[in-house]
């Protein structure tokens, strides 16, 4: 466990849509592990969201950058965050072009077949 993550959080009350999934993909491209928006009301009940980043502590700096370049947030909070994480792999089927990820936690494993390679199917 030698890297460090953090959650980072701003409110943003006057953004689209179109300029939230902007913001997304950009704090994405950042170093974000994961950036998601919640619904909230802020005072005088102004619908908004909360915007939440997990970050490791090597991206932290970029990821706050690219969230005040991309948002409308004036400011940020942050805490640290421990993450345990399953361990993952992925392995190829041989009788279909499918993709199966593989995750598992001490006793507990998980099977899910990867849905890019599903929609392909369909087409």
């Known amino acids: 466990m030698s890297s460090k ?3 980072i959080f701003a409110n943003v009350d ?3 849509g179109e300029e939230l999934s902007l913001a997304l993909e950009k704090i994405m491209q950042a170093g974000a592990l994961d950036v998601y928006f919640t619904p909230i ?3 005088k009940g102004r619908p908004a969201y909360k915007l939440g980043v997990i970050a490791k502590s090597e991206s932290f700096e970029d ?3 690219a969230v005040f370049r991309w948002t409308s947030t004036i400011g940020v909070r942050y805490v640290e965050l421990k993450r345990i994480e399953m361990e993952r792999k992925q392995e190829n089927m041989k ?3 499918l ?3 593989i995750s598992s936690y001490k006793d507990i ?3 899910k077949l990867e849905f890019e390679d599903i929609k392909k199917l369909t087409e």
């Open 99 to 101: 993709r199966l990820k």
């Open 14 to 16: 006057d953004m689209t």
């Open 5 to 7: 993550y953090f959650e």
């Open 41 to 43: 009301y802020m005072k």
């Open 109 to 111: 494993k998980r099977l």
């Open 63 to 65: 990821v706050v950058d």
């Open 95 to 97: 009788e279909v072009p």
